[in-house]
């Protein structure tokens, strides 16, 4: 199968903005599970209104949130899938660009230091493209992810020491959590990446963050690890938006990967409760959309 960067672009453009205005079931579903157990008055106040604000967004085509945030496209490759690696880069920014600049949508992308705002969502090496590969024969998918700042702002990083072990990742973990209180947007989903390199670790995080919520990590002792992180952190009473409850987060989801035998690197990547993201998977049919 050979990609058509023309398609690559409208669909970029589509997902950002499919991205921005309809949340994927299983967040829903997770805010129906938060508030079927919250027993404070006010968390159940303020779920409420979350769950509100997603029903008039898609009512009205409206965005979920202001915040467009940065805009991140994963790409995933199978066997015998043609493209130009260049070609399509360039598509996806044209594609991100479009949906600014046509939709319209507000742009949150300035330089760093000069601050200036290009008004289309792209700036240096914004979007963030990532690629990874799979052996499934012609897969060729596109995942889309705004992430906001107020939740990226939620990102921490410690080179722990073995002798740490465990217990230091979880310290670590529920340290930040306190840390980020109601500045992330909770209820969130807490991204957690052990091991790696420093840079490897913070895009597990990254990874592990923006998961769809019922899945689980691959490695039997990261899932162990997001189960007990889940509990510890909806014990400690942050609760939506920084106000109290049970309700933190929807889950904390834990990413692995192996390390140096001198070092155990834990990063912190957190989602806030609008946990947006959109896919696009190529066919010989078409393009089929979904989360």
């Not at 805009?71 to 996806?92: M, Q, S, T, W």
């Not at 889940?230 to 109290?244: F, K, R």
Request: net charge negative.
């Amino acid at each position: 199968m050979k990609i058509d960067p023309a398609a690559i672009e409208e669909a970029a453009r589509e997902l950002y903005i499919r991205a921005l205005k309809i949340l994927p079931d299983d967040i829903k579903d997770g805010f129906r599970r938060l508030d079927a157990g919250e027993t404070d008055a006010t968390a159940k106040t303020i779920l409420a209104t979350m769950i509100e604000n997603i029903g008039v967004a898609e009512r009205t085509n409206n965005l979920l949130c202001q915040d467009t945030g940065i805009p991140i496209y994963n790409i995933l490759v199978g066997r015998g899938v043609e493209f130009d690696g260049a070609a399509l880069k360039e598509a996806i920014r044209s594609g991100c660009a479009r949906a600014t600049v046509e939709h319209p949508l507000r742009s949150s992308v300035v330089h760093p230091i000069t601050r200036v705002n290009e008004h289309t969502s792209c700036g240096r090496r914004v979007p963030v493209i990532t690629f990874d590969f799979s052996d499934r024969p012609g897969l060729f998918e596109i995942e889309m992810v705004p992430k906001g700042s107020g939740s990226e702002n939620g990102s921490f990083l410690k080179m722990c020491i073995p002798a740490e072990g465990v217990d230091g990742i979880k310290t670590f973990v529920i340290d930040k959590v306190l840390e980020a209180g109601g500045r992330v947007c909770p209820p969130t989903i807490v991204g957690v990446g052990v091991g790696g390199t420093a840079d490897l670790c913070a895009k597990l995080a990254k990874i592990a963050a923006t998961r769809p919520l019922g899945s689980a990590c691959d490695d039997p002792e990261g899932a162990l690890l997001e189960r007990e992180l889940s509990l510890a952190v909806n014990s400690l009473g942050v609760g939506p938006q920084g106000l109290g409850g049970n309700s933190t987060a929807f889950a904390v989801h834990v990413e692995t990967a192996a390390t140096h035998i001198t070092m155990n690197p834990v990063a912190v990547n957190i989602q806030c409760h609008s946990a947006r993201r959109a896919t696009a998977t190529f066919t010989a049919a078409g393009v089929r959309y979904g989360f």
